[in-house]
């Protein structure tokens, strides 16, 4: 039996048949290492967090009026005059469609990093498989978006470089690239998260009463502005990929 | 999970601490030489050392620019975060790589 949390223990108490299951239909057939538990701690943590923030929406939605707001509604509106504000700051026009995505990447980011502080959970963002399942959606997400914008010939345009001599030379080093982007954005993420686990744990093993809690309110320093800075450079990627020029 | 990671991180600071005990005999009795949690040491060393000084440049620009220009502070505070945390950035990816050569 693996270690597990009590939420990961209780998910693959109720749907360990299921997943197994599944995992068993897909065209390479999936046997997890341990029957009795296919759900990892990761992917139990993301359903968790996922939970979480759907319940906030359920409860900010519950709550908006127009006449008289209060407290939820003033922080769903913060954000969403942050996240639109710096919109219009780095892609211009046209640029509310992409609110929605960015701000649910945003609260994904912050509230899978703040769990971590919690004992008994574990962030999602502190493995690479989770900060690598959000780096490919926000690259996935500005490509198509560049895609849709341009068209397939115009998006391939970009990467031909300003002047067409250079392309030949331009065109392996913008796909590397773009795809360093995915590498960059999930191993700061995770980087960030790990380091913050570790430097606690160091000075755990040092001075274990007083010291290490410093470095926790660290941590939550560092995973507010991780969330803001994945966020940003999504941001920046789909003002690349979108912006046309006039 | 925690546990584990708790005693890898006090063998290693154990071995980093006991520098002296490889250099007398060098037999290759376990798989990894002595030079390994050296090079992870002086990896990450050098790399946060390199990441202090760019991150002081950047800084010092931000900080002499909002004083000749106190208005222009919400700008600067966006480009001064993207900065700072783009040089870090650089010093994670070389612990992620000591990470992965003591394992």
Redo the contacts between chains.
Sequence with gaps: MP?QLRFTALLNRVFAGPVNAFLEKLPPAFHPKYPEAPIS?GVAMEVLVVAILVLLFLVVRSRLSVEKPRGSQHLAEMLHEFISGQNEDIIGHHSERFIPFLSALFLFILIGNLIGLIPGF?SPTGAISGTLGCAVVAFAYYNLHGLRAQGPVGYFKHFLGPVWWLSPLMLPIEIISHLARVM?LS??L???M??G??VT??F??LIPLGVPVVFQMLHVAVSF??A??FT?LTTIYLSGAVAQEH | ??KT??VI??VV?MMLVAMPVYAQGADAAVQKSWAVPLAAGLGMAIAAGLCGLGQGKATASAVEALARNPGARPGLF?FL??GL?LI??LA??A??IA?KVLA
């Design positions: 270690e701690n574990e960059s191993i700061r995770y980087a960030n790990f380091a686990d570790m744990m160091a755990f093993t502005l991780q803001y800075i940003l | 999970m925690r990671m708790m991180l006090a600071v966006i975060i993207l945390a870090e950035s994670l990816y612990l992620v990470f």
